[in-house]
């Protein structure tokens, strides 16, 4: 760099310099002319002059204070509500606790004992007709938790629908208890069964079999009608089928259950029983009859620490085995077939009964979906596996609901519910017109 060339640089600093001390003495009284503007604003125009709408909002409080506020805001309210603070902390306590019991009761695993080797040891009994779904669904259920499960049979054509299965460890047990003789062989066979050791497979150590329980299902599909149209012998049938029928098959497994101190479980219909409403005699006298039988069962083998379980089920869906049916179908005689005096007295509201239930699907095979048979199996397993199971369980959409009503509403407010009305016997008494079979007729297509 020559000498010109520096002395040329001098002078450039020397007017920087002079420029920055400029630039900042005006910036200097810029300032401090505004500040003066300003203060003079503030001391002769009035507080408040702006809009709220013009004027800055205010800083937001800082977060710590809010939330202290918030929270010294909450516990002055609960210390002046404390009887409402405890029902809520109950109630949300309460409702959460019960979510949380249904979940883990729900998604648990439900597995049979098996025994050391690994092969399959508890051995159920279902005693009911081989071809009704819920027994149906039991079994296949039953079996694929890990139990044996024997269903009683009582001919030839019973034994093969079990066998049309085609599960190995879904079995016929044939016991006729109309033969005294072939039940007693029957029994003594199934206790041999029960008491033989056995191989599950070659060069496994031999275990025995362990009998956990019978589930009782009976015929769940009863007649309806007036008591004037069912006869004495549908009476006695009925009876014999399923009350005689399922004493004798108890009476039958009494002496392997007290062996064993196996469970017992009675599954019965309970909404018409709950309700009892007019044209069901038959099935409210039966499943009552079966309910006392019960009773009696329990307090007989609780005496030897022997558990007695009751169902009550309300209405599934059963479609995946078989039709689409309930526990309480309508079963009854044709009002057409009726006498001309009891269709004159009865026929008008048992129509409109059976068209109520149907419609709610209380009564009829068809109708809006019940519960999920999951719901039973559950429920069965429970009973059967459970150190202290209940004595009542109440299974199945509408079971819970129904009796409270039958127990608790009128019975003249459940008919009136179910569409029952007074009839007057002077009405009924006088003579039809001469175009009264086809209003009949129309009536029996309404059914």
Same mark, same amino acid.
């Given at each position: 760099?020559?000498?010109?060339?520096?002395? %040329?640089?001098?002078?450039?600093?020397?007017?920087?310099?002079?420029?920055?001390?400029?630039?900042?003495?005006?910036?200097? $009284?810029?300032?401090?002319? %505004?500040?003066?503007?300003?203060?003079?604003?503030?001391?002769?125009?009035?507080?408040?002059?702006?809009?709220?709408?013009?004027?800055?909002?205010?800083?937001?409080?800082?977060?710590?204070?809010?939330?202290? $506020?918030?929270i010294?805001?909450?516990?002055?309210?609960?210390?002046?509500?404390?009887?409402?603070?405890?029902?809520?902390?109950?109630?949300?306590?309460? +409702?959460?606790?019960?979510?949380?019991?249904?979940?883990?009761k729900?998604?648990?695993?439900?597995?049979?004992?098996?025994?050391?080797?690994?092969?399959?040891?508890?051995?159920?009994?279902?005693?009911?007709?081989?071809?009704?779904?819920?027994?149906?669904?039991l079994?296949?259920?039953?079996?694929?938790?890990?139990?044996?499960?024997?269903?009683?049979?009582?001919?030839?054509?019973?034994?093969?629908?079990?066998?049309?299965?085609?599960?190995?460890?879904?079995?016929?047990?044939?016991?006729?208890?109309?033969?005294?003789?072939?039940?007693?062989?029957?029994?003594?066979?199934?206790?041999?069964?029960?008491?033989?050791?056995?191989?599950? %497979?070659?060069?496994?150590?031999?275990?025995?079999?362990?009998?956990?329980?019978?589930?009782?299902?009976?015929?769940?599909?009863?007649?309806?009608?007036?008591?004037?149209?069912?006869?004495?012998?549908?009476?006695?049938?009925?009876?014999? $089928?399923?009350?005689?029928?399922?004493?004798?098959?108890t009476?039958?497994f009494?002496?392997?259950?007290?062996?064993?101190?196996?469970?017992?479980?009675?599954?019965?219909?309970?909404?018409?029983a709950?309700?009892?409403?007019?044209?069901?005699?038959?099935?409210?006298?039966?499943?009552?009859?079966?309910? +006392?039988?019960?009773?009696?069962?329990?307090?007989?083998?609780?005496?030897?620490?022997?558990?007695?379980?009751? %169902?009550?089920?309300?209405?599934?869906?059963?479609?995946?085995?078989?039709?689409?049916?309930?526990?309480?179908?309508?079963?009854?005689?044709?009002?057409?077939?009726?006498?001309?005096?009891a269709?004159?007295?009865?026929?008008?509201?048992?129509?409109?009964?059976?068209?109520?239930?149907?419609?709610?699907?209380?009564?009829?095979?068809?109708?809006?979906?019940?519960?999920?048979?999951?719901?039973?199996?559950?429920?069965?397993?429970?009973?059967?596996t459970?150190?202290?199971?209940?004595?009542?369980?109440?299974?199945?959409?509408?079971?819970?609901?129904?009796?409270?009503?039958?127990?608790?509403?009128?019975?003249?407010?459940v008919?009136?519910?179910?569409?029952?009305?007074?009839?007057?016997?002077?009405?009924?008494?006088?003579?039809?017109?001469?175009?009264?079979?086809?209003?009949?007729?129309?009536?029996?297509?309404?059914?």
């Amino acid at each position: 760099m020559t000498a010109d060339d520096q002395h %040329f640089l001098d002078v450039l600093a020397e007017y920087s310099q002079d420029i920055r001390k400029f630039t900042g003495s005006i910036f200097d $009284a810029s300032d401090r002319h %505004f500040q003066s503007v300003a203060a003079y604003i503030k001391r002769t125009v009035p507080e408040g002059w702006l809009p709220e709408n013009a004027r800055p909002a205010p800083p937001p409080p800082p977060l710590h204070r809010a939330t202290s $506020a918030y929270i010294h805001r909450l516990q002055d309210w609960v210390s002046r509500n404390r009887a409402l603070t405890a029902a809520l902390i109950a109630f949300v306590g309460t +409702g959460g606790f019960l979510l949380w019991r249904e979940k883990r009761k729900h998604t648990r695993k439900r597995r049979a004992r098996r025994a050391s080797n690994g092969a399959r040891r508890e051995v159920i009994v279902i005693a009911g007709p081989p071809n009704s779904p819920i027994t149906k669904s039991l079994s296949l259920d039953l079996e694929r938790r890990g139990f044996i499960v024997y269903i009683v049979c009582s001919d030839l054509e019973e034994e093969q629908q079990v066998q049309s299965e085609s599960r190995a460890d879904v079995r016929p047990l044939h016991l006729d208890v109309a033969d005294v003789l072939g039940t007693q062989e029957a029994m003594q066979r199934f206790n041999n069964l029960l008491l033989r050791p056995h191989v599950a %497979f070659a060069g496994a150590s031999p275990h025995n079999l362990h009998f956990r329980g019978i589930v009782i299902v009976p015929d769940l599909i009863y007649p309806s009608g007036p008591i004037e149209t069912v006869s004495p012998e549908l009476w006695s049938d009925v009876l014999n $089928a399923k009350v005689l029928h399922t004493i004798a098959v108890t009476q039958a497994f009494l002496p392997t259950i007290c062996d064993f101190k196996a469970r017992v479980l009675m599954l019965t219909p309970s909404i018409v029983a709950s309700l009892r409403p007019p044209f069901h005699s038959v099935e409210t006298a039966v499943v009552s009859a079966l309910e +006392g039988f019960t009773a009696s069962l329990r307090g007989e083998l609780g005496t030897l620490g022997i558990d007695v379980c009751q %169902f009550k089920l309300g209405t599934f869906d059963c479609t995946h085995v078989g039709g689409k049916q309930h526990l309480q179908p309508t079963a009854g005689p044709n009002t057409f077939l009726w006498p001309t005096s009891a269709r004159r007295l009865y026929a008008n509201n048992f129509v409109n009964q059976s068209r109520i239930a149907h419609s709610r699907g209380l009564l009829s095979q068809t109708g809006s979906t019940g519960s999920s048979l999951r719901e039973l199996h559950n429920a069965v397993f429970d009973a059967l596996t459970q150190k202290r199971p209940r004595r009542v369980w109440r299974v199945g959409r509408g079971s819970v609901t129904y009796d409270l009503v039958g127990n608790w509403a009128p019975s003249g407010l459940v008919g009136w519910m179910m569409g029952v009305r007074r009839v007057s016997l002077n009405a009924a008494a006088e003579p039809q017109l001469e175009d009264s079979v086809q209003s009949w007729e129309k009536v029996e297509r309404a059914v």
